[in-house]
């Protein structure tokens, strides 16, 4: 386990159609985050985990995101009727308390194209 | 909640020469600054971090400076390569990265050979 792994890479589907991604952190690693990236954009929050409780969640999260991670291990995003505007890289990070601070490690994204 | 902001957009740079990129931010209980690098296709990877109790830090041909006073820290890559062309993203996080990180948007930095 050398990483944060993201599945799908790529998904592309349509206006209204439900889309789940999938994240598995570094096993060791108690903390999960969704990100959300756009294009000439910086990652913006969307929602962490520690371990399997949902600590909080952006202004950004719609009432059509769900995220969770039952049992504290791999954490799946959903989307319900999604929208073009939904288009974008989901990136998925993992983090473990090293000392007094805390690590994070990302995984390479699934990109998300509505059409 | 913390802003970051984060200049210039672009950069270009010849290789060899050195490349500055700033970020200022706007909450002041945030203690702790990573920098990232992304390459096409790929997420997010560390670079180097600073925590707010140091002024700089530096790893190779990479620092990383940080002024608590101002609100402001900057990264510096001496010798560019360019292998180092790519984007690269400033955070900031309080609780020395115990909440999620507010990134600003990011440099494109290109090394021309």
């Known amino acids: 386990d050398t990483g944060v792994s993201q599945n799908p890479r790529h998904k592309i589907t349509k206006r209204g159609q439900n889309v789940t991604f999938r994240c598995d952190p570094i096993?060791?690693?108690?903390?999960l985050y969704w990100y959300r990236q756009t294009l000439g954009q910086g990652p913006e929050f969307l929602t962490y985990?520690?371990?399997?409780?949902?600590?909080?969640k952006s202004r950004l999260l719609s009432d059509r995101f769900s995220a969770e991670r039952p049992k504290g291990s791999f954490s799946t995003l959903e989307i319900q009727r999604t929208e073009q505007g939904d288009s974008a890289m989901y990136l998925c990070a993992s983090s473990t308390r090293q000392g007094k601070h805390y690590g994070y490690t990302f995984g390479s994204g699934t990109r998300l194209t509505v059409v | 909640g913390e802003n970051v902001e984060q200049h210039p957009s672009t950069l270009s740079v010849q290789e060899g020469d050195s490349a500055v990129i700033k970020c200022t931010y706007s909450?002041?209980?945030?203690?702790?600054f990573p920098w990232y690098k992304q390459e096409l296709g790929k997420g997010p990877q560390l670079i180097i971090d600073i925590r707010s109790n140091v002024g700089e830090k530096k790893d190779q041909r990479i620092a990383v400076t940080l002024n608590k006073t101002a609100k402001h820290f900057s990264l510096h890559i001496t010798e560019t390569q360019p292998e180092d062309s790519a984007v690269y993203f400033c955070a900031a996080s309080r609780m020395g990265g115990n909440t999620p990180l507010v990134f600003g948007k990011g440099t494109r930095l290109s090394v021309i050979a």
């Open positions: 909450d002041s209980a945030s203690n702790y």
């Open positions: 096993s060791e690693h108690n903390r």
């Open positions: 985990f520690q371990n399997e409780a949902q600590l909080e």
